[in-house]
């Protein structure tokens, strides 16, 4: 079983930045796709950015320009930098690993993201 730790969350003005990180443990970080979803109060989960185990990118609409997402395989970490914050951002922020090979699907307990106006 693959452990998903979060940091990063906090209280920010809208405007601000904030960037989230997710450490995984064990050793298949590297050959894992891995995501950030958010979940706002009231509203289904969504996927905000997903980062394949080759490096390429997918984003949310209503986040491309804004958000990044990048991973540092040495470090088993995946990050998202979270620029130009709106409102509307607020959420529960959740790390996701998906391996194929191994069939592992496996969350983060989540960090909570909050802008203000």
């Known amino acids: 079983q693959v452990q998903l730790v979060e940091s990063g969350g906090g209280l920010v003005q809208a405007g601000g930045s904030l960037r989230l990180s997710c450490a995984a443990s064990?050793?298949?970080?590297?050959?894992?796709?891995m995501g950030w979803y958010r979940q706002a109060p009231g509203k289904v989960r969504e996927l905000v950015a997903r980062?394949?185990?080759?490096?390429?990118?997918n984003y949310a609409d209503s986040v491309k320009g804004r958000f990044t997402i990048s991973r540092d395989n040495a470090k088993n970490t995946v990050y998202l930098q979270m620029n130009s914050l709106k409102p509307e951002d607020t959420a529960v922020y959740y790390c996701n690993l998906y391996n194929v090979i191994w069939s592992l699907d496996s969350w983060g307990q989540g960090t909570q993201v909050t802008v203000s106006s």
């Open positions: 980062i394949t185990r080759g490096g390429s990118t």
């Open positions: 064990g050793s298949i970080f590297s050959t894992s796709a």
